[in-house]
């Protein structure tokens, strides 16, 4: 079991560009979660994923923000353009039947936005 | 929204000293899971629990949920530096059944 594996693991970019993250969750869990992380809010939920589908993105800051599921194996967050507020650790975490079962984290992608 | 209340925000013990992070909410709920992430980590899963009064040992934790099923916690018995972390609790709630982690408890130990 490989984990799940986002990347890159740490991205630095200046403010305006696009900013493409990716994550790879356990072979078999239907649900994949995007969470930001930062010392002032937390652990917030982003958008959740369940069969690829997604259930609910009201952690979604704003149109800047997009994800994207096109398979069962993939999925990617995109920021566009990006600002030094973007700034955070964003985790994906996979899970075998959404969130009344463990979460697997990913490593995390460290972002920095000047 | 719906959201839980972790006390203390920061914890600072001497190794062999006993810690306890509790975790409470206003509204029942319907199961706690406990995450610990190390300085420089992700978020790593302990344990879910479900059941009123519920009482789970793993080694030197233990985990209880309220009778009420309102509040949780996390009791580690003779801290080690190895248990240096942030310890956050989550639960299942929002519209659509997502998990929301409390703000966690920072334990640094000092030897």
């Known amino acids: 079991d490989a984990g799940v594996i986002q990347s890159p693991r740490h991205e630095v970019t200046e403010m305006g560009q696009e900013v493409t993250l990716r994550c790879k969750p356990i072979?078999?869990?239907?649900?994949l979660f995007w969470y930001r992380q930062t010392m002032m809010r937390g652990l917030e939920l982003l958008i959740y994923?369940?069969?690829?589908?997604?259930?609910?993105d009201s952690g979604m800051p704003e149109d800047r923000f997009s994800a994207k599921m096109p398979n069962a194996s993939f999925s990617t967050l995109k920021i566009q353009p990006s600002e030094p507020r973007d700034s955070a650790v964003y985790f994906c975490?996979?899970?075998?039947?959404?969130?009344?079962?463990?979460?697997?984290f990913g490593n995390g992608t460290r972002l920095t936005v000047t | 929204g719906q959201q839980v209340m972790q006390i203390p925000q920061y914890q600072h013990v001497q190794e062999g000293e006993d810690f306890t992070t509790y975790c409470n909410s206003s509204t029942t709920l319907s199961n706690i899971q406990w995450y610990k992430q190390r300085p420089g980590g992700h978020p790593v899963f302990l344990i879910q629990l479900v059941k009123s009064g519920e009482v789970k040992k793993q080694k030197r934790l233990t985990f209880q949920f309220g009778e009420a099923k309102k509040n949780s916690s996390l009791h580690i018995t003779a801290t080690q530096t190895t248990d240096v972390g942030t310890y956050f609790c989550a639960f299942t709630g929002g519209s659509q059944g997502n998990l929301i982690f409390g703000k966690g408890t920072k334990l640094s130990v000092k030897p």
């Open positions: 072979s078999g869990h239907n649900s």
């Open positions: 975490a996979s899970s075998p039947r959404g969130s009344d079962s463990p979460l697997h």
């Open positions: 994923f369940n069969n690829n589908v997604p259930i609910d």
